[in-house]
């Protein structure tokens, strides 16, 4: 099922660094401008987007379209958001998912980002992605809310800041954000996986260390942040090397720690070092 759905479709994930300490967006009117920056970059660039996920220091699409495409819109978003932000010079990471088990994974793990960086919101609850759209009651409506064709030149440039004319049926909240649900492919996500257990199966399963080891070139596609990979290593620690944290082993079983890391989530050796507490010059010789 999920093969025939991919057919004919190109899809990448688009990220940035989950590491940078650049702060991009620091209140509700930063995240509903880049909201409003997906749609204008999604439509400029003839992408079909699936799914997305901003952060306070980084950014995580799932889209359909070309390589260049693609490449064209996070470039095209990024120059939009620094207009405001003026800091976003994180590296941008774009990586092929060729088969549907990878793309669910993928999806799971943008929407759970919120939950990894520890916000106290289930991940269909975080405002500032696209999971509150998927297995979702959509004949619900949110008051206030108008068509872009309603909208007059100079309230439609105030909202978009740009020349790119979207469609007019494209609804509008009341606090001035284009409603995602616009231009996210959500019946494609929701046909993906199939049904809505099977969604909430991918959110909640503990693919960090129960994936099966075919599944290991997929983990590598995604950047996973320190905090992730710490709560990792504690279920590594006890079941291999019976401690309770890395701060337990020894210099030994802190290399083969890092080791591991590499060969499962395709960690870097600056990273590595860092989680596992290694001078990055020790490990070098190892790597």
């Not at 991919?6 to 009117?29: A, P, Q, V, W």
């Not at 070092?273 to 990055?280: E, F, H």
Request: hydrophobic share 40%.
């Amino acid at each position: 099922m999920g093969e025939k759905i991919m057919k004919g479709r190109e899809i990448y994930h688009i990220c940035t660094d989950g590491l940078s300490r650049n702060i991009l967006f620091k209140s509700d009117t930063d995240y509903i401008k880049a909201i409003n920056d997906i749609a204008v970059c999604t439509f400029a660039k003839c992408l079909s987007m699936y799914c997305f996920c901003l952060m306070d220091n980084h950014v995580h699409f799932i889209a359909g379209g070309s390589y260049d495409a693609c490449l064209a819109f996070i470039r095209m978003f990024k120059r939009r958001v620094n207009l405001r932000a003026k800091c976003f010079s994180a590296d941008i990471s774009i990586k092929r998912i060729d088969n549907p088990e990878y793309l669910r994974t993928a999806i799971a793990y943008v929407i759970r980002n919120p939950v990894a960086a520890n916000i106290q919101v289930a991940p269909g609850e975080y405002r500032w992605s696209s999971g509150n759209l998927y297995f979702s009651d959509r004949s619900k409506s949110m008051a206030g809310t108008r068509n872009i064709s309603s909208l007059g030149y100079d309230e439609m440039r105030a909202l978009v800041n740009s020349h790119v004319k979207l469609p007019g049926k494209y609804a509008v909240a009341c606090n001035g954000m284009i409603l995602p649900g616009n231009y996210v492919e959500h019946v494609f996500v929701e046909n993906l996986y199939g049904n809505v257990r099977r969604y909430l199966y991918y959110l909640s399963k503990n693919d960090d260390l129960e994936m099966e080891e075919m599944s290991t070139d997929m983990l590598r596609k995604v950047k996973y942040e320190d905090k992730e990979l710490y709560n990792s290593m504690t279920d590594i620690c006890f079941k291999e090397f019976g401690k309770n944290s890395v701060e337990e082993l020894s210099i030994e079983g802190r290399l083969k720690m890092a080791m591991k890391l590499k060969k499962k989530y395709g960690v870097g050796l600056k990273q590595a070092a860092r989680v596992v507490g290694l001078d990055p010059e020790l490990l070098r010789g190892h790597f």
